[in-house]
């Protein structure tokens, strides 16, 4: 099946700070979301972004297909950006990546 | 948008007691559901995608008598814990292909299981 990694693991903030996080997967996709685990556990799409550019606010992903990877960025870091983020990735079944611990201090 | 309803949210049993975790697609039609499972600190689990009208497909390890599946409806999953024993204790999250292009996958809430 489909392997992907993320990276960091752990990634901690001061608010304002801007970050990357990094999803590389290891076959060809046809699905790539990245999610946002809140603390009740709750899992939120962010995007769908199997390839190109998208922006929504402070956030935006890019996905490059062909070279396997798909990048987060956020701006502009608030409190309420922690969590923890995961990049799922699918042909069929949604396989996901172990997650970015992100800690954002105010 | 597209939502996926489950419930409970929480629930405490004890061991040997059954538990079943309902997950709803609220305003559209799934005939596939997936089941995962996550302990603390770890990534999702596929445990198994639930088919409507047919058997569930279990992942590798997951144990079919223990973690039984049935999707009788279009909008309707059921998991179902046997025999609940305290290792089992997890939280479980249920998740729907979300119809239309563009939108991949929704999840439910998840339900936090406890088996004392």
């Known amino acids: 099946g489909i392997q992907v990694e993320q990276s960091p693991p752990d990634l901690i903030l001061q608010e304002g700070a801007n970050s990357t996080l990094r999803c590389n997967f290891s076959d060809s996709v046809n699905n790539l979301q990245w999610f946002h685990q809140n603390p009740w556990g709750q899992l939120i799409n962010l995007f769908y972004i199997p390839s190109g550019t998208k922006q929504n606010g402070r956030l935006s992903a890019t996905t490059v297909a062909t070279e396997r990877y798909s990048l987060l960025y956020i701006s502009s870091s608030q409190t309420t950006d922690s969590g923890v983020y995961f990049c799922g990735t699918s042909y069929g079944k949604l396989t996901f990546g172990q997650g970015t611990i992100l800690t954002v201090h105010p | 948008g597209a939502v996926v309803s489950q419930h409970p949210s929480r629930v405490i049993c004890k061991s040997g007691t059954s538990v079943k975790i309902e997950c709803r697609s609220l305003?559209?039609?799934?005939?596939?559901m997936f089941w995962y499972r996550q302990f603390p600190k770890q990534s999702l689990m596929l445990m198994a995608t639930?088919?409507?009208?047919?058997?569930?497909?279990?992942e590798q390890g997951v144990e079919k008598d223990k973690f039984l599946i049935n999707h009788a409806s279009l909008t309707l999953s059921t998991l179902t814990v046997t025999s609940a024993h305290p290792e089992d204790s997890s939280f479980y999250i249920c998740s729907a292909r979300t119809p239309g292009e563009g939108y991949g996958y929704t999840f439910g809430s998840g339900t936090r299981l406890t088996v004392v």
């Open positions: 305003d559209f039609q799934a005939t596939t």
């Open positions: 639930s088919n409507e009208g047919s058997k569930a497909t279990y």
